[in-house]
């Protein structure tokens, strides 16, 4: 797929086009809400949404889905915008995909391909990409069992690239068939070794925090504003390493990591949970979650509750419990919320905050917050250096956060939190420099 990647900043994004069918039996409402969603995940996977069109055309043809006429109207509409990738909300074949491209001069994709492009973007464990990749070959594999019958006319008898007899497709089958097999044996290996990648992958000192929640909840705005106020030089080696880890600076100084993430998506093709679910695994790397719910979803509760299920099942398999895992809920997009009586009812529900990522609401108490947690985690000390420390003040700089600072000819005074790991292993050197 040529679209570019999730939150590439360098390049400015392709311009895409939605194509949302009116499912049989629903009215067009229901066709907008679907289109609503579709454009929010293809803005997600770093299209500029020019256009988009409901359509209910019932005569579904196996060529080019759409009848030919609507093609052709579709194709005019599109030269006329430059429109450099069409999304179809519904599953075509890969004849399908392939006739339109060429009809409608531009790149096509559907439901499935786009997520996968998001996911692709989005998964950073060896286990996340080597998922991404199974999931996207399964999804190829499909499509090429569907449109075999059209590939074996075309193709059949000629055998190019196989052995004698061998058609494409059986070629293309097979070598699909192989990197599966790969793929899945990769798998197994990285969950055998997870453990010690875990304690590997655990890098960054800080003490970090991920955001989860459904899509479209509101995470990437809220991290966008939690990390807006503190853009510095670490921060854009952060974004070019990796666009979904800031640093936040809390209201104390101190410094946090905050990871934004992939958000649940409702009917995800079942191809693509196993993927989805390993691009959350690095989210049980976080010290703190922070749930965010959409409140102007009717639907939260529901909402709320898939999150909740699914990571029940990733800690099941560490054997950990949701309960024993530190997260905040935050009731997001209170600006929109009409229900009497509900936003009382949910100030009184214990680790819960109500925000609006968008009017800022709620900041400095959530804020706060993660400044408790943080410290709660990290112990404080205060400490009086001689000058002579440099090599230990260093690494505390490093492995720590420093809270303040004074410095005076013959010793330096510092406040600085260090990850209780950390803590630990240099007990015995700050234990003779430790003031209260
Ligand atoms: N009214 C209102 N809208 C908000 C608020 N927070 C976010 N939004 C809007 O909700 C939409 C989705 O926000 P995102 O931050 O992209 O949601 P997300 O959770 O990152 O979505 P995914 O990345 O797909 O999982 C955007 O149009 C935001 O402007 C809020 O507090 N109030
Ligand atoms: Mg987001």
Redesign the pocket.
Known sequence: MTTKRLLDTQTPPDRGFLIQMIPPRRDRAYAELLAAELN??AR?AGLEVVGSRLLSDRRVLPSTYLGTGTVEELAAELKELDVAVVVFNNPLTAVQQRNLELRLNSKVVDRTGLILEIFAARARTREGRLQVELASLLYQQSRLVRSWTHLERQRGGFGMRGGPGETQIEVDRRLLRDRVHALKKMLEQVERTRTLQRQSRREVPLFTVALV???????????NRLSGASVEAVDRLFATLDPTLRQVILPGGGRIILG?T???IRDLPHQLVAAFRATLEEVLEADLLLH?V?L?DPEWPEQEAAVLEVLRELLRERGQTVAQWPMLTLF?????VTTPGLLDRLLSRPHSHL?????GEGMPALLAALEEEANRNSPCYRLALPATAGALLARLCREGLVLERQESEEKIVLTVSLPAPVAGRLRKELLPFVIL
């Open positions: 929010h995940l997600g929640g459904y899509t479209n909840a509101g995470k990437s705005t809220l991290f934004d992939v958000g649940f965010v959409d102007s997001n997009k209170t600006d929109q925000i609006s990522a968008r009017t």
